[in-house]
């Protein structure tokens, strides 16, 4: 038998609505469906209107067989024939008027969950990202908040409509014939259990094909970003055995559960027309035995077709929402992921003159269930006005420092200071416009090298973005392409070489102007004379304020004013680097 998916959000296996009840996470997603409350019930009601006209129908041909055509009265005829015209003419009408605004609030309403879902995902943290496939971040951010949608707003409209319309219906049925309703009730009850019988196994299925459907979206996501490894190796085929593979089980398991889906629909279907039958035979017997009229039995089961409809739609219903709970589920898997920090709730400024020194005291930090601490009482000041060099082994908590710096995280104890302000009390994002980080593996999205510079500071003037590119060097390589800095760098900057890319970032860290630069690796991939000139250029514009160097270069360090060793968490001082000193 195979096992169930595990959520790879949860490595117990279980989310954590599963234990503590899906109430609040119905309560969440009321609160997007509220603020349109007047739309749906605007919609609402106009559903109900075409249902009483479509409900009239059978109605009139009930006369229009009896009083017109069994009673051979042409005018009757022509009179019922053009008020069952004007009928379906205003339910078509109406219809259409329904479902533009259907269609508008249920977009918005989807709308609003994802951005809420993505926005969420933006406050979460580095490591979050580090032990979940993007595909599967995909997967719910699309298919399960798309389910979880489509029943909070299907699933209420079809509610309310499917028991109005039923209600309606078998009103009209039983004024026609009650013997003939009640034998067509007595097939609920069958229906109802077979359907709670079959609960689990819907929602089991579900669960399986969204898992299935995360692996093949991360595959995907994965093999593209990797595809220039893929072929310096020779991988191809293994990859796309690897992407049949994934295509098996995702094929397999979306034939049981559509198959799943078929019998839980099409058993209570074949009981319908087993009780639509036996209505037949015993209304038959009784048009023969003049116990019911001819016209009375046509219009009956008319409203038995039509009734069928609402039925099925609220028995699906009872499994729909199984499927939903089981989206819901993926998606407040995330929602109930936290933030590594929090924003305050009132800001403090920083002072006037901020010329950006970052003071360290005692500073301790552990990543979530690691038992030994990556910074160990960690105490330096990066001064203003100053150059300030890092250097140590590869995992020893440069990142890391950098990290709680750009308050990705939180120190577990002590504080980091900026200006003489804790940088839990500023505003998180003019916090991070004031220190900007230059990484080693540069991040460029897609479009021109011109958006990509200016993505840090979209209200930059061309002229500043274009100093900015001067500064580091961008105008060598921008100038002399076609487009010039209108030209496309491609998805993650993959029409650039690494060089490239990494001037780009240099220039928008510049051209947001913080007070603090932090340069991690920044110009690895950067010929030594043209890294010196962009260190000229930097040294220059950030004369007055705060500069941190990361590398393992000599040559990147010359001219830092100190230089910290950084070992087993904490930070050692070293003797600063003339031109023609190197590192041990």
Same mark, same amino acid.
């Given at each position: ?68 055509? #069994? ?6 005829? @022509?009179? %019922?024939? &053009?008020? $069952? =015209?004007?009928? !379906?003419?205003?339910?078509? /009408? ?77 009103? #009209? ?6 013997? @003939?309703? %009640?034998? &067509?009730? $007595? =097939?609920?009850? !069958?229906?109802?259990?077979? /359907? ?100 009375? /039995? ?115 104890s002590g504080r980091i200071l900026l200006d003489g302000v804790d940088l839990r009390a500023l505003d998180l994002a003019e916090l991070r416009r004031r220190i900007a980080v230059v990484a080693q593996d540069t991040v ?141």
């Amino acid at each position: 038998m195979k096992a169930s998916p595990v959520d790879p959000l949860n490595a117990d296996g279980a989310t954590p609505r599963e234990a503590a009840g899906l109430r609040p996470a119905w309560r969440w997603l009321a609160g997007f469906v509220r603020p349109y409350a007047a739309r749906l019930a605007a919609v609402l009601m106009l559903s109900v209107l075409g249902t009483g006209l479509a409900l009239a129908q059978p109605y009139i041909t009930r006369y229009l067989i009896d009083d017109g055509l #069994l009673a051979g009265r042409m005018d009757v005829i @022509l009179v %019922l024939c &053009a008020v $069952l =015209v004007a009928t !379906a003419a205003t339910g078509a /009408l109406l219809t259409g008027l329904n479902r533009w605004q259907y269609v508008d609030a249920s977009a918005r309403i989807l709308f609003a969950l994802r951005e809420a879902v993505y926005a969420h995902l933006q406050r979460l943290s580095p490591t979050f990202y580090s032990r979940v496939r993007g595909g599967d971040v995909m997967q719910r951010l699309d298919g399960d908040v798309g389910e979880v949608q489509r029943f909070a707003v299907d699933g209420l409209l079809a509610l309310v409509n499917g028991v109005i319309a039923l209600t309606g219906t078998l009103i #009209l049925m039983v004024t026609l014939s009650w013997q @003939l309703s %009640l034998l &067509a009730l $007595l =097939v609920l009850p !069958a229906q109802l259990l077979f /359907l709670r019988h079959m609960r689990p196994r819907v929602e089991s299925r579900t669960r399986e094909v969204r898992e299935r459907a995360s692996d093949l979206s991360s595959f995907i996501v994965e093999a593209l970003a990797a595809m220039k490894l893929v072929q310096s190796v020779g991988a191809e085929h293994r990859q796309s055995e690897r992407l049949r593979e994934l295509h098996g089980e995702y094929r397999d398991d979306l034939l049981r559960q559509q198959m799943t889906g078929y019998v839980t629909t099409a058993v209570p279907g074949l009981m319908t027309v087993a009780s639509t039958a036996l209505v037949f035979v015993i209304g038959g017997w009784m048009v023969i035995e003049g116990a019911l009229s001819l016209g009375a /039995l046509v219009a009956f089961s008319i409203y038995l077709a039509r009734a069928s409809g609402p039925v099925q739609t609220l028995l699906g219903l009872y499994v729909a929402v199984r499927r939903a709970m089981v989206s819901l589920e993926r998606v407040m898997a995330i929602m109930d992921a936290p933030p590594a920090v929090s924003v305050p709730a009132t800001p403090r400024p920083l002072p006037a003159g901020a010329a950006g020194e970052v003071v360290l005291e005692q500073v301790s930090f552990a990543y979530a269930g690691s038992a030994q601490p990556v910074l160990r009482d960690l105490s330096a000041a990066f001064s203003s006005g100053r150059k300030t060099g890092l250097v140590g082994a590869s995992g020893v908590g440069k990142s890391t420092l950098i990290d709680l710096m750009h308050r990705h995280y939180d120190p577990d104890s002590g504080r980091i200071l900026l200006d003489g302000v804790d940088l839990r009390a500023l505003d998180l994002a003019e916090l991070r416009r004031r220190i900007a980080v230059v990484a080693q593996d540069t991040v460029l999205l897609t479009g021109s090298i011109i958006d990509n510079i200016r993505y840090a500071a979209p209200w930059a003037e061309e002229d500043g973005v274009l100093q900015a590119a001067r500064s580091a060097r961008v105008d060598e390589f921008a100038e002399r392409l076609p487009d010039g800095y209108h030209s496309q760098v491609g998805s993650g900057g993959a029409a650039l070489s690494g060089g490239q890319r990494q001037r780009i970032a240099i220039a928008r860290a510049l051209l947001q102007d913080p007070l603090v630069l932090i340069l991690d690796e920044a110009t690895a991939a950067i010929d030594l004379e043209t890294e010196s000139s962009i260190g000229r250029a930097i040294d220059a514009l950030f004369a007055d304020r705060t500069r941190i160097v990361i590398s393992h270069r000599a040559e990147t360090l010359a001219g830092a004013d100190a230089i910290f060793d950084m070992n087993d968490g904490r930070l050692e001082p070293r003797a600063p680097l003339g031109p023609a000193r190197s590192l041990p």
